[in-house]
């Protein structure tokens, strides 16, 4: 084994393709053991904190906090011979005054994720994939060989291919870092200076958009003091005096879960041939079995929620009509009936919207189906949600009722043909035995995937569900 061994940001889901890091638990030249935690990195589908897989010393960290990364690019490299003698430690920290360069080479600019692919023009680059730098707009596709950096300098970028034949170069000649300055801001078309990665990270949070500042600091370079006194309002320097949009609109980058959620829901939308049904229903009985179930000792500590409810009486619709928890296999054209019901619970989170899903839902007791209820929902909005738990649903339920929305037309999670909404439960106005009563009534609407479920099976499921809400009983007599 050779002492330094790069750990590669592995796959955290099911066929992801690229990851960002929150933040790293441990710096260059720290210690670590095997197994132990040492990076935080937000997925399509979850927030997960990524053991070493290495025991020794960390000699080289790839990528910043707030980068994005592909797959399998590496991230860490860790000394796992620390006894065989001292090296120079490779970062990453705050760039030094110069960086070395290869003659004839244009200077590096550092960029979010690392890497070296996109153009100026959006184009693709290599692989396919058209990366944005932050404040700039896309970045430049020029094949630039890798720059040593000098002791100090920041390593933000991603390692040279392994086995990759290197040919011969000529002494590296010394840039300094006006000169970096320039060339860089030549190459993006207007900005006039650079800014190093904590600063841009700075200003993301910050919503400042770096493409409309002037720097003040070596090179044209644009410093943290740059960036802060924009955010206070001070006045600086923007490349069109006369619009000052920029300076009242927020950009907020799409990536992680946002975008994972963009992506489905369109593949969604323009793929399945949505149908959305609805049905009001009387659902005072079972609001009233919700109090006494809530009063026995069983449920003591646990949420009953009206929720629990609709998840109980979806589940024996489903049992009563299997064919509405199938997928379409579109490869084997192929409608897929599952033996097992996954239910998605859509979470409103701070990091978007989730839909972890409960296991076996089906097998489930009522007192079973509310701690996993409690639980789902308290881990998803924890952050701590695992990406296992966000695959394999079969049928989904979203509940709009907790923010006093009546209804809604839910598009499908990829892979399911159907979902439920649920909606606010209200004091109305309701005719019982030909007299008008106040009763708690709600509103229940169903989304399915036509070319799946036809309109018959779509109603009968959704008939059955809203019987078992208005008379509970209706549970025992189905067993």
Not at 188 to 214: D, H
Not at 250 to 272: C, I, L, N, Y
Not at 348 to 375: C, F, M, W, Y
Request: net charge negative.
């Amino acid at each position: 084994m050779s002492r330094f061994e790069d750990f590669r940001l592995p796959d955290l889901g099911e066929g992801l393709t690229e990851g960002e890091i929150l933040q790293w638990y441990v710096q260059v030249g720290d210690e670590v053991r095997l197994n132990q935690v040492i990076v935080e990195v937000e997925t399509a589908k979850a927030a997960v904190e990524v053991p070493s897989p290495y025991a020794g010393v960390v000699h080289r960290i790839h990528h910043w906090a707030g980068a994005t990364v592909d797959v399998g690019a590496p991230i860490l490299t860790v000394d796992t011979d620390p006894s065989a003698g001292p090296v120079e430690p490779a970062g990453p920290v705050e760039p030094a005054g110069t960086v070395e360069l290869s003659e004839n080479l244009v200077p590096p600019v550092p960029v979010e994720g690392g890497g070296s692919t996109g153009s100026l023009t959006g184009e693709p680059g290599p692989g396919g994939r058209t990366a944005t730098l932050v404040g700039y707009g896309p970045k430049t596709a020029v094949a630039v060989r890798r720059p040593r950096l000098s002791p100090g300098a920041a390593a933000a970028g991603e390692a040279p291919t392994a086995g990759a034949p290197l040919a011969p170069v000529k002494p590296p000649a010394r840039v300094s870092a006006a000169q970096v300055g320039a060339t860089a801001a030549s190459r993006f078309g207007g900005v006039t200076g650079l800014a190093k990665p904590p600063v841009r990270k700075l200003a993301k949070e910050l919503g400042v958009e770096l493409s409309v500042l002037t720097g003040t600091g070596a090179g044209g370079s644009i410093s943290r003091a740059d960036v802060e006194a924009a955010a206070a309002g001070a006045t600086l320097s923007v490349t069109d005096a006369g619009d000052d949009r920029s300076r009242r609109e927020t950009r907020v980058p799409v990536r992680g879960v946002r975008k994972h959620t963009a992506a489905a829901m369109v593949a969604s939308a323009f793929t399945a041939p949505h149908v959305t049904e609805f049905v009001t229903v009387d659902v005072t009985p079972t609001m009233e079995l919700r109090q006494r179930v809530q009063a026995m000792p069983e449920f003591a500590g646990v949420k009953v929620s009206p929720l629990l409810f609709v998840v109980k009486a979806l589940l024996l619709a489903v049992a009563r009509h299997p064919d509405i928890n199938s997928s379409w296999d579109e490869a084997a054209q192929e409608i897929v009936v599952k033996d097992y019901v996954h239910l998605g619970i859509a979470t409103a989170t701070p990091r978007g919207l989730l839909v972890p899903n409960i296991k076996d839902a089906d097998r489930l007791s009522l007192l079973e189906l509310a701690h996993a209820l409690q639980v789902l929902t308290e881990t998803a909005r924890d952050g701590r949600t695992a990406p296992a738990d966000m695959s394999g649903g079969t049928i989904t339920i979203t509940n709009v009722g907790v923010f006093g929305v009546d209804s809604g037309t839910p598009i499908l999670n990829p892979g399911e043909a159907a979902i439920l909404c649920f909606g606010a439960v209200r004091p109305m106005p309701w005719v019982v035995d030909n007299q008008v009563v106040v009763r708690q009534v709600t509103q229940l609407s169903l989304s399915f995937d036509h070319r799946v479920v036809d309109g018959q099976l779509g109603s009968m499921f959704l008939a059955d569900l809203a019987r078992v809400l208005n008379d509970p009983a209706t549970a025992l007599a189905w067993g």
